[in-house]
């Protein structure tokens, strides 16, 4: 039976949590390996640029589960352990420092590594990026009150970064490329209120402005915009997206492109080998998608815990991501293009939700201070509800009554 | 200190947990709520029905968990986020059930 196969999981983050409990709760009594480079168990990422950037949260709360949960669920957990090569004929793995761990099913869950900025001299001081744990203690031990920070890049974690540094008291100037932020992903109403957020508080947002140049010796001293301005400050934090860490999977010969590419069941072009969260480039309904957020890493790791204990796989749900900048929560359901036309339902004070219909039925949603409408909205994406926007900009009618 | 848990499946558990730690953080180390947003008050998968008893006796439910909660199908008066609540010793004792995942 496969599900007395030993798994290996390579990385520890939210995917391979999400994996081991997963299998675990739909019956594999098998052996479960965890094998990942980094320290720490696996530890949640979002509030790196939240309030754990902000100090507000303690290191033990930033676990996803304490050491005594994977005790329980038998499973052995290897830290500080780089996989450095995938052997599919002895369907093993080999560690950095020469172990090998035989599999019967892999699963590679190693996520994705902050995108470097090739104009950074290498072994600048007082440059920083944000991924891991160590990245945010790092940056905030090198920040302090009036510290002036350029922020390359306003994607996400770009902006949070930039609400938490102001909130420590920096002076910060984010620098987009594109003629406005968050251009791939959020609704022009959404972007522009979020902007808003930041000016207000004193901080600088300039779109359109890349950088052309890094200025400093040993330290980084100033960016000069691709419009030639130069602008000094003390610390430059490298906010332009991650890479996914799909190298071991193409060594191996497996079919990589923007991340490890899968099948709906996340198995990658070997079957015995799956791949999940950050990295994984899931094939859905002949789109290629590649997502990054805490739910596809949840959804992708019971997808496969379900395909290795041979249950069926969990129905499909709509994706959705959070972010929190100040004191502004967005929170959004469902994927819409990049030109998407948007419906815009006005709220009070600093709501704002907007809504993308395809075939007169709402398809995504994001929510600006808006908790009440985005629950009613996941529900609407998930019911593929057809909806007329006349209703939905109606904000006398409530959403729920729709 | 101990909390008195029942399940989705209606099992009655005595939990030991810690002052200060959130409620989420004890089921979910049990897998007895999927905490999607890690404590966030992103995702309201931490939902717990508090006994009419300990209600009053837990710190008021801000703005932003009250909206959540109120469109939550399953919800009623004595919905909590369970991320939302930081155990202290005076909640020893205090007795939960965990609400269906919508
Ligand atoms: C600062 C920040 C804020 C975020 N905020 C949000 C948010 O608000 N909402 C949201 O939905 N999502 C957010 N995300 C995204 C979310 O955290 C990720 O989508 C999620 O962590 C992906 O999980 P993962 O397991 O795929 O990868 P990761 O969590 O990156 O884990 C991968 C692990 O694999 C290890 N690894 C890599 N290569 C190897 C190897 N060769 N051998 C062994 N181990 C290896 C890595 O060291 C790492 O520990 C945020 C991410 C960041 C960085
Ligand atoms: S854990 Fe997400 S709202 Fe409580």
Redesign the pocket.
């Known amino acids: 039976m496969s599900s007395a196969q030993p798994v290996v999981i390579?990385?520890?983050?939210?995917?391979?949590a999400q994996l081991v409990g997963s299998l675990r709760s739909q019956g594999y009594t098998g052996r479960i390996t965890l094998?990942?480079?980094?320290n720490t168990l696996p530890y949640h990422?979002?509030p790196?640029?939240k309030k754990y950037l902000l100090g507000q949260l303690p290191v033990e709360k930033l676990l996803i589960r304490k050491p005594e949960y994977y005790q329980r669920l038998d499973v052995r957990v290897m830290l500080g352990?780089?996989?450095?090569a995938i052997d599919r004929a002895a369907r093993s793995v080999a560690l950095d420092d020469g172990t090998q761990v035989d599999y019967g099913r892999l699963v590679i869950?190693?996520?994705?590594r902050a995108r470097g900025l090739s104009l950074v001299p290498e072994h600048m001081t007082g440059v920083h990026h944000?991924?891991?744990k160590a990245d945010a203690e790092a940056l905030r031990a090198d920040v302090f009150p009036g510290c002036r920070v350029v922020l390359v890049g306003g994607g996400?974690?770009g902006l949070?970064v930039a609400a938490s540094l102001r909130m420590l008291g920096c002076e910060v100037t984010v620098l987009e490329a594109q003629d406005r932020v968050l251009g791939r992903s959020a609704a022009p109403p959404i972007a522009e209120h979020l902007v808003a957020c930041h000016t207000r508080t004193g901080g600088r947002i300039h779109c359109g402005r890349g950088v052309r140049e890094i200025r400093g010796g040993a330290a980084f001293s100033a960016v000069v915009t691709s419009d030639g301005e130069e602008i000094a400050a003390d610390r430059l934090v490298v906010g332009i997206g991650m890479t996914p860490?799909s190298e071991?999977a193409e060594a191996a010969g497996l079919a990589c492109e923007n991340g490890i590419v899968v099948d709906e069941n996340c198995r990658t072009s070997d079957p015995d080998i799956h791949a999940?969260?950050?990295?994984a480039c899931r094939s859905i309904g002949g789109d290629c998608l590649r997502l990054?957020?805490?739910?596809?890493?949840i959804q992708t790791g019971n997808i496969v815990a379900a395909d290795i204990a041979g249950a069926d796989r969990p129905a499909a749900t709509a994706p959705w991501?959070?972010?929190?900048q100040y004191d502004t929560k967005l929170q959004m359901v469902g994927l819409a293009p990049a030109n998407a036309q948007w419906v815009v339902r006005p709220g009070d004070g600093d709501r704002l939700s907007c809504f993308y219909l395809r075939d007169g039925r709402v398809a995504a949603a994001q929510c600006l201070n808006a908790g009440g409408d985005f629950m009613v909205a996941k529900r609407l994406v998930a019911a593929g509800r057809s909806i007329c926007p006349e209703q939905l900009t109606d904000s006398a009618m409530a959403l729920r009554d729709l | 200190m101990k909390i008195n848990v029942t399940d989705r499946a209606g099992n009655a558990l005595v939990l030991d947990c810690e002052e200060g730690d959130r409620l989420m953080d004890v089921l979910a180390e049990l897998d007895l709520v999927e905490a999607t947003c890690g404590g966030e008050c992103s995702c309201a998968t931490c939902q717990v029905y508090v006994d009419p008893g300990w209600l009053a006796r837990l710190p008021a439910r801000e703005e932003l968990e009250v909206e959540l909660l109120d469109e939550l199908l399953n919800s009623n008066a004595q919905s909590r986020l369970a991320c939302q609540i930081n155990l202290e010793s005076e909640m020893d004792g205090l007795t939960v059930t965990i609400a269906s995942a919508e």
């Open positions: 390579i990385g520890g983050g939210q995917a391979a094998i990942c480079g980094e990422r979002p790196l640029s352990c780089p996989v450095s869950a190693t996520g994705g944000l991924r891991s996400y974690v949070e860490n071991l999940i969260g950050d990295v990054e957020s805490v739910d596809n890493a991501f959070w972010s929190d």
